[in-house]
């Protein structure tokens, strides 16, 4: 079965500063891959998705993720964090061919900005 | 605009009563899930069904129950068995095909029991 592990509980990053979340995955052959944001007391809205192809996708707010298979990661990235992206972030995969089964997600990273 | 829709945003219910949170989405999306949401736990899968009249135990069944009589609509049921039933509950959809495709998630429904 697939997992997820997104090694980081909580990160805090200056407004400005470039970001990285990082995020892990098990499973034997490619995944589907995404990256969700949620703020508090708010549902998940989808940041960006890697299904095939380029592995470096860009996704909405300024995000970006790379899909690196050597070391089973895809990690989200922003070169410049606005405080308004403090938020819980959740990476989660899927697998290919398998009907409509769950995503399974990571435990999440907080992010907190400061000025 | 098509979305998901939860209902009520806020919940308050006496321990030992049933209650059943809503689940509605207009986005022709065959399959539906359920997730329960505690600090520091991530998501965790209830329910899930990808077809009316049919669904699956997720990781955290005990003591819920689920229905699926029409493609829009996946209500879930907190009964008086649920040990710790306070938590934020999200509701998604995502549409069907080969593989897994993104899901779409409602606001969610804070539930807390006193």
């Known amino acids: 079965a697939q997992s997820v592990t997104q090694p980081d509980i909580h990160i805090t990053v200056s407004e400005g500063a470039s970001l990285e979340l990082r995020c892990n995955y098990s499973?034997?052959?490619?995944?589907?891959l995404f990256w969700y944001v949620q703020s508090p007391g708010q549902g998940l809205q989808l940041l960006l998705k890697?299904?095939?192809?380029?592995?470096l996708v860009q996704g909405i707010k300024g995000f970006e993720a790379e899909f690196k298979r050597s070391q089973s990661s895809f990690n989200l990235r922003k070169p410049s964090v606005h405080w308004s992206d403090a938020a819980e972030y959740f990476c989660a995969v899927g697998t290919p061919n398998s009907g409509n089964t769950p995503l399974v997600f990571g435990k999440g990273t907080r992010l907190s900005v400061i000025a | 605009d098509g979305g998901i829709t939860q209902s009520p945003k806020y919940l308050f219910r006496k321990e030992g009563q049933n209650v059943t949170l809503s689940c509605e989405q207009n986005?022709?999306?065959?399959?539906m899930y359920w997730y329960r949401q505690d600090p520091g736990q991530g998501l965790r899968l209830i329910y899930y069904?990808?077809?009316?009249?049919?669904?699956q135990k997720g990781d955290i069944a005990e003591g819920y129950s689920v229905s699926r009589e029409k493609k829009e609509s996946f209500p879930l049921t907190v009964t008086s068995a649920q040990k710790n039933p306070t938590a934020f509950y999200l509701c998604a959809s995502s549409s069907r095909g080969q593989g897994t495709y993104e899901q779409y998630f409602g606001p969610g429904t804070r539930l807390t029991v006193t």
């Open positions: 499973y034997g052959a490619t995944p589907y």
């Open positions: 890697y299904f095939s192809g380029d592995t």
């Open positions: 069904s990808q077809i009316v009249n049919d669904f």
């Open positions: 986005l022709n999306h065959d399959a």
